[in-house]
């Protein structure tokens, strides 16, 4: 493979310096390419967790066939929204934390 980036643009033709196994691992990286609904659903994530608490909070479902980024979308959701940690109590708080009584009435049914 020739190192000729003439042809390129300066942002691009930077890419050419490292070396041939920090290129591979950049190319390797996760990234995440917006698209319309994938905004859409994050989006409607954001304003769930803006919700003010309730007895009857929103719920969102996501659904579509395998290998639609269904899994992306929250990932990018939850780097997007980390949990809180209280050096207090040394808890993490999470957007979605029901609280233990509420988690262990779930387990049980």
Same mark, same amino acid.
């Given at each position: =493979?020739? #190192?000729?980036?003439?042809?390129? #643009?300066?942002?691009?033709?930077?890419?050419?310096? !490292?070396?041939?196994?920090?290129?591979?691992?950049?190319?390797?990286?996760?990234?995440?390419?917006?698209?319309?609904?994938?905004?859409?659903?994050?989006?409607?994530?954001?304003?769930?967790?803006?919700?003010?608490?309730? @007895?009857?909070? !929103?719920?969102?479902?996501?659904?579509?066939?395998?290998?639609?980024?269904?899994? =992306?979308? =929250?990932?990018?959701?939850?780097?997007?929204?980390?949990?809180?940690?209280? !050096?207090? @109590?040394?808890?993490?708080? @999470?957007?979605?934390?029901?609280?233990?009584?509420?988690?262990?009435?779930?387990?049980?049914?």
């Amino acid at each position: =493979m020739t #190192n000729d980036a003439g042809h390129l #643009n300066s942002a691009t033709a930077e890419l050419f310096a !490292p070396s041939s196994t920090e290129r591979i691992c950049a190319i390797e990286i996760d990234r995440w390419v917006q698209y319309p609904r994938a905004r859409q659903a994050l989006a409607i994530l954001s304003y769930v967790l803006r919700h003010p608490r309730s @007895t009857r909070m !929103p719920s969102v479902p996501i659904y579509s066939d395998s290998g639609m980024s269904k899994t =992306m979308i =929250m990932e990018k959701f939850r780097l997007d929204h980390p949990a809180d940690f209280d !050096p207090e @109590t040394s808890k993490a708080r @999470t957007p979605a934390d029901r609280g233990k009584s509420r988690f262990t009435d779930g387990v049980r049914r």
